[in-house]
């Protein structure tokens, strides 16, 4: 951003960067408005995603990927994504590759794989993650969704909400209890299908933001789940959920700096056409300062991050980075859609604008994923041992 020298991409990075560009400018931002009213994007987006390789580029080639291990493919996605202001879709195709996805590679068995993956890959099976619960908000431990063992099958009873791509959802990675009374060690994770009896969905959220984006309930009434469609081992989902959500969270953190970036982007370019008072509202100080504090802390935002993306290419980030990436750049998103629309005046609260709808999307960033307030205590607790 602004001449940012970034070390950590070369030129195979910059020709997929290209490549994202164009494929966003064509089959994405044109979209996005009907998107929004619609609550969810098309499936046919999904589709040309992965029609065009977006999708799972991490899986092995034999179940459709191209085995792309280089986490820095994935991060230029999600800032394309980001920057192209579009926040449902910057939220929604990036959950589905790099948070679902990376469950069923790193933990499920050779026919899980094999049954997912490729539809995966396509677009034609959609992913989502089902941890949070009515009651429970971000404590894990407190979820109450059952999954009794029936010898062959678990017997799963339940419901979960707020869950990203719930709607379209083929494919669900959820967090259950398989042993009460073990509290975080009691916890396993399923793979459930649309196709299984007894799962159901509630209509999409009517959200403050993030519209193109289907969010909604998830109910399960005694869905019988195969034996084969645990993930790992029964009791070890606790652990393989802390060691996942790193990655999440660093995801998260990628996309708010690029959203960031977007706003200040397209506030640059309205001071600069807004006159005031006879002249142009970028030649008042207070907007060259705002501008110049909200540059210098997204530019700094951006070099953490990508210190973060090295770091997890090496297998080498750690929760409390993750937990402080995904905490310091949701709350300076927010802040920078604050002041942007601030600078907008009274059309930075016009719909039409895009500033007001990126304000509107910022807010739940300090939410999900883990609240901000968890992401203090995750820090603190590695500072302190």
């Not at 494929?23 to 992965?50: C, D, H, T, Y």
């Not at 509202?281 to 300062?289: E, G, K, M």
């Given at each position: 951003m602004f001449g940012l020298h970034r070390s950590l991409f070369n030129e195979e990075h910059d020709l997929f960067r290209e490549s994202v560009k164009a494929f966003i400018a064509k089959e994405i931002s044109p979209f996005n408005a009907e998107w929004e009213k619609q609550k969810m994007v098309s499936r046919e987006?999904?589709?040309?995603?992965?029609?065009?390789?977006?999708l799972g580029?991490?899986?092995?080639?034999?179940?459709?990927?191209?085995?792309?291990?280089?986490?820095?493919?994935?991060?230029?996605?999600?800032?394309?994504?980001?920057?192209?202001?579009c926040s449902g879709p910057a939220i929604g195709f990036p959950l589905h590759s790099d948070i679902v996805m990376p469950y069923m590679l790193h933990y499920g068995t050779e026919e899980?794989?094999?049954?997912?993956?490729?539809?995966?890959?396509t677009g034609e099976y959609i992913g989502a993650v089902a941890m949070t619960e009515p009651g429970a908000g971000s404590d894990l431990q407190?979820?109450?969704?059952?999954?009794?063992?029936?010898?062959?099958?678990?017997?799963?009873?339940?419901?979960?909400?707020?869950?990203?791509?719930?709607?379209?959802?083929?494919?669900?990675?959820?967090?259950?209890?398989?042993?009460?009374?073990k509290g975080a060690k009691g916890i396993s994770l399923l793979v459930i299908d649309k196709d299984m009896p007894g799962f159901t969905k509630g209509i999409p959220f009517e959200k403050v933001g993030l519209h193109a984006q289907d969010t909604c309930e998830l109910f399960f009434e005694d869905v019988k789940v195969p034996k084969e469609n645990l993930l790992?081992?029964?009791?070890?989902?606790?652990?393989?959920?802390?060691?996942?959500?790193?990655?999440?969270?660093?995801?998260?953190?990628?996309?708010?700096?690029?959203?960031?970036?977007?706003?200040?982007?397209a506030t640059i370019d309205y001071v600069k056409e807004r006159k005031a008072f006879g002249k142009s509202i970028s030649d008042f100080q207070n907007?060259?300062?705002?501008?110049?504090?909200?540059?210098?802390?997204?530019?700094?935002?951006?070099?953490y991050c990508d210190y973060l993306v090295l770091l997890h290419n090496d297998r080498k980030l750690d929760s409390a980075m993750a937990s402080a990436a995904k905490y310091n750049m949701t709350e300076?998103?927010?802040?920078?859609?604050?002041?942007?629309?601030?600078?907008?005046?009274?059309?930075?609260y016009m719909w039409e604008y895009g500033v007001a709808r990126a304000y509107a999307d910022a807010r739940v960033q300090r939410i999900y994923a883990g609240t901000n307030e968890i992401m203090k205590e995750l820090i603190a607790r590695k500072i302190l041992q």
């Amino acid at each position: 951003m602004f001449g940012l020298h970034r070390s950590l991409f070369n030129e195979e990075h910059d020709l997929f960067r290209e490549s994202v560009k164009a494929f966003i400018a064509k089959e994405i931002s044109p979209f996005n408005a009907e998107w929004e009213k619609q609550k969810m994007v098309s499936r046919e987006a999904w589709l040309k995603l992965g029609e065009n390789g977006f999708l799972g580029m991490q899986a092995p080639e034999n179940l459709g990927g191209m085995n792309i291990q280089d986490f820095r493919y994935n991060a230029i996605l999600i800032e394309e994504l980001g920057l192209s202001g579009c926040s449902g879709p910057a939220i929604g195709f990036p959950l589905h590759s790099d948070i679902v996805m990376p469950y069923m590679l790193h933990y499920g068995t050779e026919e899980m794989k094999k049954n997912y993956i490729p539809k995966m890959v396509t677009g034609e099976y959609i992913g989502a993650v089902a941890m949070t619960e009515p009651g429970a908000g971000s404590d894990l431990q407190g979820m109450r969704t059952s999954a009794i063992d029936q010898g062959d099958h678990y017997l799963v009873n339940g419901s979960k909400t707020f869950i990203t791509n719930g709607w379209l959802s083929d494919v669900v990675v959820v967090a259950v209890k398989t042993d009460p009374g073990k509290g975080a060690k009691g916890i396993s994770l399923l793979v459930i299908d649309k196709d299984m009896p007894g799962f159901t969905k509630g209509i999409p959220f009517e959200k403050v933001g993030l519209h193109a984006q289907d969010t909604c309930e998830l109910f399960f009434e005694d869905v019988k789940v195969p034996k084969e469609n645990l993930l790992g081992k029964a009791g070890e989902g606790f652990k393989y959920l802390m060691t996942e959500l790193a990655q999440e969270r660093l995801v998260v953190a990628l996309a708010a700096v690029a959203l960031g970036e977007y706003m200040l982007m397209a506030t640059i370019d309205y001071v600069k056409e807004r006159k005031a008072f006879g002249k142009s509202i970028s030649d008042f100080q207070n907007t060259r300062f705002k501008l110049a504090e909200m540059t210098a802390a997204l530019e700094q935002g951006r070099i953490y991050c990508d210190y973060l993306v090295l770091l997890h290419n090496d297998r080498k980030l750690d929760s409390a980075m993750a937990s402080a990436a995904k905490y310091n750049m949701t709350e300076l998103q927010c802040k920078v859609a604050d002041e942007c629309v601030q600078l907008h005046g009274g059309y930075g609260y016009m719909w039409e604008y895009g500033v007001a709808r990126a304000y509107a999307d910022a807010r739940v960033q300090r939410i999900y994923a883990g609240t901000n307030e968890i992401m203090k205590e995750l820090i603190a607790r590695k500072i302190l041992q």
